[in-house]
């Protein structure tokens, strides 16, 4: 009986041995209810919060505001050609699936049927590694800013409704002018021009200028949503908005947000890539904050659609 | 290409068009920098000296091979990623309709396994899977160390020092997966990863998935498009507004410790849509570039 009861222990520690060594040993932690839990409204991976707060005075509630309907765009061969010339292009004016090209040197143009994106790209400078796009030679913020919304006016290619909105830097590893230190610099200066309807930002829409050394024009791209007004609807106060961010959760890099702080609150209108379905630009809150975790703290942003009558999907 | 002639040829020597002059030869039995087994590319001009009579027989095979993984349902330990199969199967049936590259498998939540990422070193099956093409493509979730399966086989997590990505066949690995190229730790993190692969493309930040961008990447890079900017030009096009903090990225084995000024894996394209250089197993050095998606700002 007894040699029989050590056979058993035996066994079992045996299993509980090997039970152990196929746990894996950095399991992704996660908790199914709150995925569960909270409502997907937006593209990106959504994680909730305990306790949200605001650290600033919110902005004073709309009480209604304009939904607008998307509008198709198509492009024709001729259409293609014409926007091609304002960048001094000639044609030929090639096909290739879903878009029309021209190739020039050093410029590609290419504009979408179907949608009206549009690139012109001077690739092999673009994000390369060209000596003219070091750090020093490129434009500072306030020159690029004019370079950009001059070539745009000049060349009657600024979008009707569209505003200066911001500058950012693309970057690259190089190497510091003493040798052989790996050294992270921008090498490319974007110049924004943002859609705007009823007076809010259409983020996702406009046009930007990527500018190099001596303010060359390296890119153009512009990814605009034509609309038409559909009708005006009541909308979320500001209080209500950081209230959905419960049930929506935010979008944060920090593992497990114990807590957030709100500390931005616009209103907006939120416009996804061209040919994805989206049949109306709705009012939509921007909510930008901190965030603490566990063990770290970041930022989070979220949209919240603002308007109860169309539901909580963004698009 | 030249296997049919057996040992009727000698050396074979390809021009370079954007810089005039010729390469390095390649020597039939050669090693090194001479070898034979360097990769040469449909439309581009070569001498070749024979020494005897001989045919030489165009291949109707494939020559260069790809596969994908994706993950979207994660069982509720993360939460689901949407359009991570709409994504990979965009770009593998899209590529798979180029003359050049053969599909070899697509694989989707819990078909797509850590152990086909992973080294044999450390118990993986890599060999027999993602490094056994020439391009593979991971659509899932990630983080700074590494990204992330649905299912234990072997674990859920691939962590980046699991990883010797190029010592049977790969080159280039896309992972469109949050994190993984991030800014202060790729280097620290990949560079053991690199045993004669080329670069991976991956974001410094969260990332974003869309159903028409892996079609969209695979497009431009059969257009002729560096697999940089087909990578840059891809995710540029379809992610969705964010906060201003999006940016893609791309890790590049450098060949010779100069960053600013030769060509570089940075610089390569698909094979047969482009130019492209092997890297050694252990370069010297990489570069590294991130491009903001510049949808974002404005309110």
Partial sequence: MMKGQIV??????????????????????????????????????????????SAIVLPERLEQAMVYKTVDTT??????????????????????????????????????????????????????????????????????RKIAGMFL???????????????????????????????????????????????????GSGIYVTLGGDGDVLR???????????KEFSILSPEEAIEELRQTGVVTEVRSPMRAIVDEVKLCY???PPRTEQPYLK????????????????????????????????? | MLLPLGSAWATAQGYDAGVQDYEV???????????????????????????????????????????????????????????????AAGFYNTLAGSSLWAGQFISGNDAAMERHWKDPAFGGVDSDYIDNAHLAFFVGHGWEGGFVFGTAADDYNLEYDEAR????????????????????????????????????????????????????????????????????????????????NLNAAIMAADIDGDLSTTPDCLDDHLYGYGTSINPPGDPPDFQYKKHECNWLDGV
């Fill in chain 1, 8 to 53: 058993i222990g035996l066994a079992i520690l045996v299993m509980i041995v090997a039970g152990t060594m196929v746990i894996p040993s950095e399991y992704p932690k996660g908790n199914e209810d709150e995925y569960t839990r909270l409502e997907i409204t937006g593209p990106y991976l959504v994680k909730g919060v305990p306790q949200i707060s």
């Fill in chain 1, 75 to 144: 492009v024709s061969k001729d259409d293609a050609l014409k926007m091609a010339e304002k960048f001094g292009m000639s044609g030929p004016v090639e096909e290739y699936g879903t878009s029309y090209f021209i190739k020039g040197s050093p410029y590609t143009f290419e504009i979408e049927k179907e949608t009206g994106y549009m690139t012109y790209t001077w690739y092999g400078r673009w994000m390369g590694s060209n000596e003219r796009d070091r750090p020093e030679y490129l434009p500072t913020d306030e020159e690029a």
């Fill in chain 1, 153 to 203: 006016i000049s060349n009657d290619l600024m979008p009707e409704g569209a505003a200066y909105s911001g500058i950012s830097h693309d970057r690259g590893a190089m190497l510091s002018a003493e040798g052989n230190e790996t050294v992270v610099a921008d090498q490319g200066t974007t110049v924004m021009f943002t859609g705007r309807l009823s007076n809010l930002s259409v983020v």
């Fill in chain 1, 220 to 230: 153009i791209v512009k990814r605009w949503r034509d609309v038409e007004p559909y």
């Fill in chain 1, 270 to 272: 939120y416009a996804t």
């Fill in chain 1, 283 to 315: 009012p939509t809150y921007y909510i930008h904050g901190t965030v603490e975790g566990e063990s770290e703290t970041g930022t989070f942003f979220q949209y919240i659609q603002a308007v109860p009558e169309l539901g909580r999907g963004l698009y």
């Fill in chain 2, 25 to 87: 030869s390649m020597i039939n039995g050669g090693t090194g920098s001479h070898s034979d087994q360097r990769l040469m590319f449909p439309g581009k001009a070569y001498w070749v000296y024979v020494t005897a009579e001989g045919d030489l027989i165009r291949s109707y095979y494939r020559s260069y091979s790809f596969c994908a993984e994706w993950v979207g349902d994660y069982h509720g330990m993360q939460a689901p990623l949407a359009w991570a199969d709409e994504e």
């Fill in chain 2, 165 to 244: 990505w190029g010592n049977t066949k790969t080159d280039w690995i896309i992972l469109g997966s949050c994190n993984t190229l991030n800014e202060s730790t790729y280097r620290e993190n990949w560079e053991d990863a690199f045993e004669g692969l080329h670069s991976i493309c991956g974001f410094d930040t969260i990332g974003g998935t869309h159903p028409d961008m892996g079609s969209h990447f695979a497009t431009k890079l059969m257009q002729g498009l560096t697999i940089k900017d087909a990578w840059f030009e891809a995710t540029d096009r379809w992610v969705f507004p964010s906060d201003g």
